[in-house]
T-cell receptor, first 111, second 110 residues
Framework: EAQVTQNPRYLITVTGKKLTVTCSQN?????MSWYRQDPGLGLRQIYY???????DKGDVPEGYKVSRKEKRNFPLILESPSPNQTSLYFC??????????FGPGTRLTVL | EDQVTQSPEALRLQEGESSSLNCSYT??????LFWYRQDPGKGPEFLFT???AGEEKEKERLKATLTKKESFLHITAPKPEDSATYLC???????????FGSGTRLQVQP
């Protein structure tokens, strides 16, 4: 089954404690991205990757890092999380027809 | 700056009561306009892509239309299983990122 998986699905952490949210896809798509979703603000792109070792900032990259060492994986790293990063996070891939496939989401709470 | 405004924010319909959701957009050129459905606790699910004014696409009870300034998602004779948040997004030329609206939360009552 074609899918995008994210882990963990839920995470509660404290300010300053480094964390990583993993994202994996089995569709061989080159383009992957991370979004955050906040009430009233919609989905906003954090970072994207056009292929292995190629990443770039989206609209709200501050406080986040990513890496793309393999085609299937695109982890999101928060080196020093802060409460304003409390949000719902989605990983997504895009196929050659420009259709996006979203993961199930990771709900992050930073205390 | 690209902008997407969706209305209404929330809509409650009776089963069988047809209606339309609106997506107004401002973008420098339009590479594509996208509609997604999002169920609680899940990621958005792709519905349609529209590329040019006058284009229409249909899927079951849903029909999406596009003009130069807005898109409509028409829901004909909705059922309770159509209850979800519907998201609209635009893509500008030269950008892969999408600009999303805040969504319309649709509730269809039996």
């Amino acid at each position: 089954e074609a899918q995008v998986t994210q882990n963990p699905r839920y995470l509660i952490t404290v300010t300053g404690k480094k964390l990583t949210v993993t994202c994996s896809q089995n569709m061989n798509h080159e383009y992957m991205s991370w979004y955050r979703q906040d009430p009233g603000l919609g989905l906003r792109q954090i970072y994207y990757s056009m292929n292995v070792e190629v990443t770039d900032k989206g609209d709200v990259p501050e406080g986040y890092k990513v890496s793309r060492k393999e085609k299937r994986n695109f982890p999101l790293i928060l080196e020093s999380p802060s409460p304003n990063q409390t949000s719902l996070y989605f990983c997504a891939t895009t196929d050659v027809y420009n259709e996006q496939f979203f993961g199930p989401g990771t709900r992050l709470t930073v205390l | 700056e690209d902008q997407v405004t969706q209305s209404p924010e929330a809509l409650r319909l009776q089963e069988g009561e047809s209606s339309s959701l609106n997506c107004s957009y401002t973008v420098s050129g339009l590479r594509g306009l996208f509609w997604y459905r999002q169920d609680p606790g899940k990621g958005p699910e792709f519905l349609f892509t529209l590329y040019s004014a006058g284009e229409e696409k249909e899927k079951e009870r849903l029909k999406a239309t596009l003009t130069k300034k807005e898109s409509f998602l028409h829901i004909t004779a909705p059922k309770p299983e159509d209850s979800a948040t519907y998201l609209c997004a635009v893509q500008a030329p030269g950008r892969r990122a999408l600009t999303f609206g805040s969504g319309t939360r649709l509730q269809v009552q039996p």
